[in-house]
């Protein structure tokens, strides 16, 4: 493999000049900019590494689709996304999101770590594999999806549709990055997500505050409503929430506490004095990684302008997600919820389900798992860390578990890469090693096929 790794140092700036063309490309799926010529784009790439490529229409953006035949029919899947989050406030960005500038040994751009700098890395390893070493020793699949960023709607149509083309020995999914102490991270399952609107009405119109003598004022009651989901002590009350919540195994809770889990540093990052109940160690990474939340993501309601305006609002509404562990369903916790607002008299109140995944998780002793990180430990020089899951969600469920097949997420990201913030960035050197670790990954994939 060192004949692989002296072809990727020597074609770096090759590698990240391809970054940035990809970079360059606008791919927005909540505002609709840029994606299908993103989605050519990206098929382009994977024609040049030579896959055979298709897009496949959805009921939304297209899925990019790429196989790569090796000498052995042992078949590995990448999963990928070629949206991204919006860019704005654009006025805290120091450089043109679009205009990908490097500084500092740091690469600036919308989508530089999430998640166009891991599937250009990905496909400059299979490059580099092929360009030295020949033919690769097993099968490769990409699924490129447009839609990860609004949370995945059209993909469980695309797995239906084309299961046939899906058949894998395992998967690498989409992200990963290294933590505040530079150790990589790896990550062997996401959480689901069930996500809902909810609407409050009162008066046809705003009216004057002053009628708030006696017109109802839907802003209280979507608080109050808002009120009887949780409590301070962090208790979701929903009847029937946790009911189908499955413990995590001794394996899991053993990975969990040997995590480093950098208290200080983040309560830093976050700027909070102390984490939600005064939580520590242990009884902190068990409530992170395997206990379900309920979280208001936003709410509004009347005037929120500058100034004073004396108004009685019309509407309230909120945006609310709940992350899901294993086995919780998301279509259920819809049902749970409209129940428990109607048990508390807030059937009036609307709920909108926008969008739902389930949780999916990889068993700690999967063989895929234990090549991830023994492939990570040679190329970083340091044991990674193993999340049994990510506190984060997506549709890791839809894609790899549903048809079983065993997916780990490794990626090139980094503490501060500001993933769906503003001045979002890599650094240049993680890049180059994760387009190491891939290729590595790749052929201890291939050793295992034949071995």
């Not at 990963?176 to 046809?204: F, N, T």
């Not at 369903?329 to 048990?343: A, C």
């Not at 023994?374 to 990510?390: D, F, K």
Request: some cysteine; proline content about 6%; overall charge neutral.
């Amino acid at each position: 493999m060192e004949r692989v790794f002296r072809y990727i140092d020597d074609h770096r700036d090759e590698f990240v000049e391809r970054l940035r063309t990809l970079l360059r490309q606008p791919s927005v799926a909540a505002q609709n900019l840029g994606m299908e010529p993103c989605a050519k784009l990206v098929q382009q790439m994977l024609d040049g590494v030579g896959f055979k490529t298709q897009l496949f229409s959805t009921d939304g953006f297209p899925v990019v689709y790429g196989e790569l035949e090796g000498e052995s029919e042992k078949t590995l899947m990448f999963y990928d996304h070629y949206d991204v989050q919006p860019p704005e406030p654009l006025e805290l960005w120091e450089s043109d999101p679009w205009d990908p500038q490097i500084r500092d040994g740091k690469l600036y751009a919308r989508g530089a770590s999430d998640n166009k700098g891991d599937l250009t890395a990905r496909l400059c390893a299979l490059e580099a594999y092929q360009k030295v070493m020949g033919k690769l020793p097993i099968t490769i699949k990409f699924v490129i999806e447009g839609e990860e960023e609004i949370g995945s709607p059209h993909l469980g149509q695309f797995v239906q549709e084309h299961k046939n083309l899906l058949k894998a020995d395992g998967c690498i999914w989409e992200f990963g990055h290294k933590d505040l102490k530079d150790i990589p991270q790896i990550y062997l399952g996401l959480k689901g997500i069930c996500y809902v609107e909810l609407r409050a009405k009162g008066a046809a119109s705003d009216q004057h505050s002053s009628w708030g003598t006696i017109v109802p004022n839907p802003a209280w009651r979507l608080v109050w409503a808002l009120s009887t989901l949780k409590d301070e002590d962090e208790k979701i009350h929903i009847k029937g929430f946790t009911r189908r919540v499955r413990k995590p195994s001794k394996a899991e809770l053993q990975a969990v506490q040997r995590l480093d889990f950098d208290e200080a540093g983040w309560r830093e990052k976050f700027g909070i004095r102390h984490y939600l109940l005064k939580l520590r160690g242990n009884k902190l990474k068990y409530k992170h990684y395997f206990e379900p939340t309920c979280t208001i993501c936003g709410i509004w309601s009347g005037y929120t302008g500058p100034g004073p305006k004396t108004v009685l609002p019309a509407e309230a509404r909120a945006k609310i997600d709940f992350r899901l562990v294993p086995d919780q369903d998301p279509d259920e916790i819809v049902k749970l919820l409209r129940r428990h607002l109607k048990k508390h008299g807030f059937d009036d109140i609307e709920v909108i389900g926008m969008h739902g995944t389930y949780p999916a998780r990889t068993p700690m002793d999967d063989p895929l798992v234990g090549i991830v990180q023994r492939t990570a430990e040679s190329i970083y020089g340091v044991r990674p860390g193993v999340h049994p899951t990510s506190a984060a969600s997506g549709p890791m469920y839809v894609l790899c578990q549903q048809l079983g097949i065993p997916a780990v997420s490794t990626g090139i990201g980094y503490a501060h890469s500001n993933t769906h913030a503003p001045n979002e960035n890599i650094r240049i050197g993680d890049f180059l090693q994760g387009i190491k670790h891939i290729a590595s990954i790749v052929h201890e994939f291939g050793v295992t096929a034949t071995g």
